[in-house]
């Protein structure tokens, strides 16, 4: 299932590369736009030492630090929730076949910000105790607090991973509870989740190649300060953005068509696949089953 998952997702991030951009280039101006206003009040007198501000070291509290601090927080909010409209007109297209305005923006979107920000808060409510957790096995049974720390980051991401369905159901207007997700995961969760590392992966790859790319044009064709500079320093930003949500929005395409056999053929699986991943839900429900029963039968025996 792994490999189905991973090969469906990169084929299709492949495929409708182009449909990205026909569906979201109108939040993709928005995020040029963003980024080169934001530019144009970071830049030092002369020009940024590493080609965008989102790199930039901060300068100090005297000298502006927390200015600096500020515009970049709200850089990084504005450039998310752009990167997540983009990313909802994208899975919009690709299995509704819906053209819409290409600023369009409504109660959508704003579900999926809030299921985000959700998702986020869960993070940290399941990778914060098992750190901690960790931290007290770590002086009494040291190898099994090892173990636990270094397991942590990834059962964090498969807790979140089987949750995360949520966001192109919201994208999609189908009212996907997070329990929902969890039951129609079952079976698949990680395949999924080492599917989201492979792709997360990619991600930082493509991302790093973009910043390198556009910091060799940008030594040896754009000046230090002016206009072109600017641009220079918001298509770094820009880039990374679209790339995330590019790749993880493909990821999510193909896991939520998994789950929603109606999907399949819009995103180039087969019916197959669905099959199977219904036959691994089914057997992951029927191993909690059996689980759940023995449980029972021990108990009475331990009463007895």
Known sequence: MLLVVLSRTLDLARDRFGTLFAAGWGYMLLL???NLAIS????????FSTGSYMMEPLAGAAAGGDRERALRILAGLANIATGFSIAVAY???????????PLAFGARNLRVA???LLLGVLS????????????LLLPVIAPAGFVLLLASPFLTVMLVQRLSLVLPAAALDDRMSLGDSWRLTAGIGWALVLAALAVALLAALVSGLWVGLVWLVGEAFVPATG????????????GVMVIVTWLFASLHATAYALTRERFVERVGLKIAD?????ERRAEAGRDRARKAVRSVLDS?????
């Open 32 to 34: 040029l736009a963003l």
């Open 40 to 47: 144009g009040q970071l830049m030092p007198a002369m020009g």
């Open 91 to 101: 899975l919009r297209r690709i299995l509704l076949g819906e053209r819409a305005f």
């Open 114 to 116: 809030w299921k985000l």
């Open 124 to 135: 940290g409510v399941f990778f914060v105790p098992m750190l901690l957790v960790a931290g």
């Open 227 to 238: 206009l072109a500079a600017e641009l220079r320093s918001a298509l770094v930003p820009m």
């Open 274 to 278: 669905a099959e199977r991943a219904a």
């Open 300 to 304: 009475r025996s331990g009463r007895d």
